[in-house]
Protein backbone atom coordinates (compact mmCIF):
# COMPACT_ATOMS: atom_id res chain seq x y z
CA UNK A 1 0.00 0.00 0.00
CA UNK A 2 1.56 3.30 -1.16
CA UNK A 3 -0.67 5.76 0.71
CA UNK A 4 0.16 8.06 3.67
CA UNK A 5 0.91 6.29 7.04
CA UNK A 6 0.93 7.85 9.79
CA UNK A 7 3.10 6.32 13.03
CA UNK A 8 2.02 5.90 15.82
CA UNK A 9 -1.24 5.47 15.28
CA UNK A 10 -2.29 6.12 18.99
CA UNK A 11 -0.54 8.36 22.10
CA UNK A 12 -1.34 8.54 25.50
CA UNK A 13 0.85 11.07 27.56
CA UNK A 14 1.33 12.64 30.53
CA UNK A 15 0.36 16.42 30.91
CA UNK A 16 3.57 18.44 30.54
CA UNK A 17 5.47 15.55 28.31
CA UNK A 18 6.99 16.09 24.65
CA UNK A 19 5.33 13.93 22.40
CA UNK A 20 6.71 13.38 18.45
CA UNK A 21 4.46 12.57 15.52
CA UNK A 22 5.61 11.13 12.13
CA UNK A 23 4.00 11.31 8.57
CA UNK A 24 5.32 9.56 5.12
CA UNK A 25 3.38 11.14 2.32
CA UNK A 26 2.75 9.32 -0.82
CA UNK A 27 6.13 9.04 -2.18
CA UNK A 28 5.48 11.15 -5.43
CA UNK A 29 3.80 13.78 -3.50
CA UNK A 30 5.61 17.36 -2.75
CA UNK A 31 3.27 19.10 -0.47
CA UNK A 32 2.55 17.63 3.20
CA UNK A 33 -0.08 18.99 5.26
CA UNK A 34 -1.04 18.49 9.16
CA UNK A 35 -4.47 18.99 10.38
CA UNK A 36 -5.98 18.45 13.71
CA UNK A 37 -9.58 17.31 14.57
CA UNK A 38 -11.23 16.96 18.34
CA UNK A 39 -14.34 15.40 18.45
CA UNK A 40 -17.77 16.27 16.40
CA UNK A 41 -15.58 18.58 14.86
CA UNK A 42 -14.27 18.32 10.80
CA UNK A 43 -10.77 18.73 10.54
CA UNK A 44 -8.34 22.61 11.50
CA UNK A 45 -5.70 22.99 9.20
CA UNK A 46 -2.66 23.59 11.23
CA UNK A 47 0.72 23.92 8.82
CA UNK A 48 1.71 22.54 5.16
CA UNK A 49 5.26 22.13 3.48
CA UNK A 50 6.06 22.21 -0.76
CA UNK A 51 8.95 20.05 -0.34
CA UNK A 52 11.28 20.83 2.57
CA UNK A 53 9.89 24.69 3.09
CA UNK A 54 6.81 25.30 5.53
CA UNK A 55 4.97 27.31 4.13
CA UNK A 56 2.10 28.35 5.88
CA UNK A 57 1.29 27.89 9.66
CA UNK A 58 -2.45 28.62 11.20
CA UNK A 59 -2.80 30.71 14.24
CA UNK A 60 -3.60 27.58 16.13
CA UNK A 61 -0.01 26.13 15.76
CA UNK A 62 1.17 27.66 19.18
CA UNK A 63 4.80 27.98 20.02
CA UNK A 64 4.79 24.49 21.92
CA UNK A 65 4.26 23.33 17.73
CA UNK A 66 6.98 23.00 15.43
CA UNK A 67 6.53 20.59 12.36
CA UNK A 68 9.56 19.80 10.00
CA UNK A 69 10.18 17.92 6.90
CA UNK A 70 14.05 18.10 6.62
CA UNK A 71 14.48 16.39 3.58
CA UNK A 72 11.24 16.80 1.65
CA UNK A 73 10.23 13.56 2.24
CA UNK A 74 8.60 12.45 5.67
CA UNK A 75 7.40 15.05 8.42
CA UNK A 76 7.41 15.21 12.21
CA UNK A 77 5.17 17.74 14.33
CA UNK A 78 5.96 17.75 17.48
CA UNK A 79 4.35 18.85 20.73
CA UNK A 80 5.69 20.51 23.66
CA UNK A 81 4.50 20.70 27.48
CA UNK A 82 1.49 18.63 26.07
CA UNK A 83 -1.88 19.98 27.93
CA UNK A 84 -5.08 18.10 27.97
CA UNK A 85 -6.68 20.60 25.39
CA UNK A 86 -4.22 19.16 23.09
CA UNK A 87 -6.22 15.79 22.58
CA UNK A 88 -7.41 15.30 19.28
CA UNK A 89 -6.81 13.67 15.86
CA UNK A 90 -3.86 14.83 14.14
CA UNK A 91 -4.46 14.12 10.36
CA UNK A 92 -1.34 14.38 7.82
CA UNK A 93 -2.81 14.61 3.98
CA UNK A 94 0.03 15.22 0.82
CA UNK A 95 -0.89 16.30 -2.60
CA UNK A 96 0.78 16.89 -5.55
CA UNK A 97 1.75 20.14 -6.39
CA UNK A 98 0.21 19.92 -10.38
CA UNK A 99 -2.83 19.40 -9.07
CA UNK A 100 -4.69 22.80 -9.46
CA UNK A 101 -7.88 21.25 -7.34
CA UNK A 102 -5.66 20.74 -4.32
CA UNK A 103 -7.18 17.22 -3.88
CA UNK A 104 -5.77 16.02 -0.37
CA UNK A 105 -4.85 12.51 0.29
CA UNK A 106 -5.61 11.56 3.94
CA UNK A 107 -3.37 9.35 6.17
CA UNK A 108 -5.24 7.00 9.20
CA UNK A 109 -4.29 10.09 11.89
CA UNK A 110 -2.87 10.09 15.25
CA UNK A 111 -5.23 9.90 18.12
CA UNK A 112 -3.26 11.78 21.06
CA UNK A 113 -4.89 11.31 25.11
CA UNK A 114 -3.15 13.92 27.49
CA UNK A 115 -4.20 12.78 30.82
CA UNK B 1 -12.61 33.10 7.80
CA UNK B 2 -14.25 30.97 5.17
CA UNK B 3 -16.75 28.77 6.70
CA UNK B 4 -18.78 25.83 5.48
CA UNK B 5 -21.89 24.81 7.14
CA UNK B 6 -22.86 21.23 6.55
CA UNK B 7 -26.71 19.87 7.39
CA UNK B 8 -27.69 18.28 8.98
CA UNK B 9 -25.32 17.41 11.38
CA UNK B 10 -27.28 14.07 12.32
CA UNK B 11 -28.82 11.24 10.17
CA UNK B 12 -30.16 7.93 10.88
CA UNK B 13 -32.09 6.00 8.44
CA UNK B 14 -33.19 2.71 7.77
CA UNK B 15 -31.49 0.57 4.56
CA UNK B 16 -33.27 1.71 1.00
CA UNK B 17 -33.91 5.63 1.73
CA UNK B 18 -33.24 8.44 -0.02
CA UNK B 19 -30.97 11.15 1.89
CA UNK B 20 -29.42 14.34 0.65
CA UNK B 21 -26.88 16.51 3.04
CA UNK B 22 -25.99 19.60 2.31
CA UNK B 23 -22.88 22.36 2.49
CA UNK B 24 -22.82 25.55 2.86
CA UNK B 25 -21.25 28.73 2.85
CA UNK B 26 -20.96 32.30 1.99
CA UNK B 27 -17.83 32.44 0.14
CA UNK B 28 -16.91 31.39 -2.87
CA UNK B 29 -14.05 27.85 -3.69
CA UNK B 30 -12.27 27.45 -6.46
CA UNK B 31 -13.22 23.28 -6.04
CA UNK B 32 -15.05 21.61 -3.34
CA UNK B 33 -14.12 17.88 -2.24
CA UNK B 34 -16.33 15.43 -0.04
CA UNK B 35 -14.74 13.30 1.61
CA UNK B 36 -15.97 10.18 4.28
CA UNK B 37 -14.87 8.99 7.23
CA UNK B 38 -14.89 5.88 9.47
CA UNK B 39 -14.59 6.02 13.62
CA UNK B 40 -10.61 5.84 14.38
CA UNK B 41 -9.55 6.56 10.75
CA UNK B 42 -8.44 9.41 8.50
CA UNK B 43 -11.14 11.18 5.53
CA UNK B 44 -11.36 9.12 1.83
CA UNK B 45 -11.69 11.43 -1.07
CA UNK B 46 -15.05 10.59 -2.37
CA UNK B 47 -15.39 13.34 -5.38
CA UNK B 48 -14.38 16.93 -6.41
CA UNK B 49 -16.30 19.12 -8.12
CA UNK B 50 -15.17 22.25 -9.71
CA UNK B 51 -17.43 23.80 -11.88
CA UNK B 52 -20.29 26.19 -11.10
CA UNK B 53 -23.66 23.51 -11.74
CA UNK B 54 -21.50 20.29 -12.03
CA UNK B 55 -23.09 17.22 -11.14
CA UNK B 56 -20.76 14.00 -10.92
CA UNK B 57 -22.70 10.29 -9.59
CA UNK B 58 -20.26 7.82 -8.02
CA UNK B 59 -22.30 4.60 -8.00
CA UNK B 60 -25.83 5.42 -5.58
CA UNK B 61 -23.96 8.78 -4.57
CA UNK B 62 -24.72 12.41 -6.59
CA UNK B 63 -22.74 15.64 -5.94
CA UNK B 64 -23.97 18.66 -6.84
CA UNK B 65 -21.69 21.99 -7.08
CA UNK B 66 -23.95 25.17 -7.08
CA UNK B 67 -23.77 27.68 -9.64
CA UNK B 68 -22.20 30.58 -7.81
CA UNK B 69 -19.66 27.57 -6.30
CA UNK B 70 -20.62 28.52 -2.68
CA UNK B 71 -22.87 25.22 -1.44
CA UNK B 72 -22.59 21.62 -2.85
CA UNK B 73 -25.23 18.52 -2.02
CA UNK B 74 -24.48 14.86 -1.76
CA UNK B 75 -27.54 12.80 -2.41
CA UNK B 76 -27.47 9.15 -1.74
CA UNK B 77 -29.82 6.94 -3.15
CA UNK B 78 -31.04 3.67 -1.67
CA UNK B 79 -28.72 3.94 1.35
CA UNK B 80 -27.07 0.91 2.73
CA UNK B 81 -25.41 0.24 5.79
CA UNK B 82 -22.13 0.88 4.22
CA UNK B 83 -22.71 4.26 3.81
CA UNK B 84 -22.62 4.48 7.47
CA UNK B 85 -19.78 7.69 8.16
CA UNK B 86 -18.88 11.14 9.01
CA UNK B 87 -19.07 12.84 5.56
CA UNK B 88 -17.38 16.13 5.31
CA UNK B 89 -16.80 18.46 2.64
CA UNK B 90 -14.08 20.63 2.42
CA UNK B 91 -13.54 24.05 -0.25
CA UNK B 92 -10.74 24.61 -1.59
CA UNK B 93 -8.71 28.10 -2.94
CA UNK B 94 -6.09 28.98 -5.52
CA UNK B 95 -3.40 31.87 -4.84
CA UNK B 96 -2.11 32.84 -1.59
CA UNK B 97 -4.41 30.09 0.74
CA UNK B 98 -3.95 27.08 -2.36
CA UNK B 99 -2.55 24.98 0.63
CA UNK B 100 -5.55 24.31 3.15
CA UNK B 101 -8.68 23.19 2.91
CA UNK B 102 -11.62 24.47 4.69
CA UNK B 103 -13.81 21.67 6.34
CA UNK B 104 -17.32 21.49 7.34
CA UNK B 105 -18.04 19.80 10.52
CA UNK B 106 -19.79 16.56 8.67
CA UNK B 107 -22.73 14.70 8.91
CA UNK B 108 -22.79 11.70 10.65
CA UNK B 109 -24.59 9.44 8.60
CA UNK B 110 -26.19 5.72 10.33
CA UNK B 111 -27.78 3.22 8.04
CA UNK B 112 -29.71 0.73 9.88
CA UNK B 113 -30.62 -2.71 7.88
Known amino acids: DTGVSQNPRHKITKRGQNVTFRCDPISEHNRLYWYRQTLGQGPEFLTY????????KSRLLSDRFSAERPKGSFSTLEIQRTEQGDSAMYLCASSLILNSYNEQFFGPGTRLTVL | TQLLEQSPQFLSIQEGENLTVYCNSSSVFSSLQWYRQEPGEGPVLLVT?????EVKKLKRLTFQFGDARKDSSLHITAAQPGDTGLYLC?????????????FGRGTQLTVWP
Open chain 2, 49 to 53: VVTGG
Open chain 2, 90 to 102: AGANRGSTLGRLY
Open chain 1, 49 to 56: FQNEAQLE
